[in-house]
């Protein structure tokens, strides 16, 4: 098992920033590639950004640029800089794990989740 707690959402104006936090227990970090997705209301959860067990990376195309995702595995720690935050981004984020070297675009290949953590971006 693996334990996944999210933290650092919260409600910023439009072109401000935040730092999402997930902090990972329960089986050997390094083994597991790392995703953000997001759910607004009304709409499917998404993929935002995700990372490999080395460092490759991938972003949805409406956050490239603005968002980056990193890793650090010493630490069991996952995060997501966001800048230059659009109302659009306004969801509820969750980090998930995948057992295995390469991330998934797929949210069903996800092994582990989060509770998720609120992200409100207000105009």
């Known amino acids: 098992q693996v334990q996944l707690v999210e933290s650092g959402g919260g409600l910023v104006q439009a072109g401000g920033s935040l730092r999402l936090g997930c902090a990972a227990s329960g089986r050997t970090f390094s083994n597991y590639a790392m995703g953000w997705f997001r759910q607004a209301p009304g709409k499917e959860r998404e993929l935002v950004a995700a990372?490999?067990?080395?460092?490759?990376?991938k972003y949805a195309d409406s956050v490239k640029g603005r968002f980056t995702i990193s890793r650090d595995n010493a630490k069991n720690t996952a995060s997501l800089q966001m800048n230059s935050l659009k109302p659009e981004d306004t969801a509820v984020y969750y980090c998930?794990?995948?057992?295995?070297?390469?991330?998934?675009?797929?949210?069903?290949?996800?092994?582990?989740w989060g509770q998720g953590t609120q992200v409100t971006v207000s105009s």
């Open positions: 998930a794990a995948r057992a295995g070297i390469m991330y998934r675009i797929d949210q069903r290949l996800y092994d582990y």
């Open positions: 990372i490999s067990t080395d460092g490759d990376t």
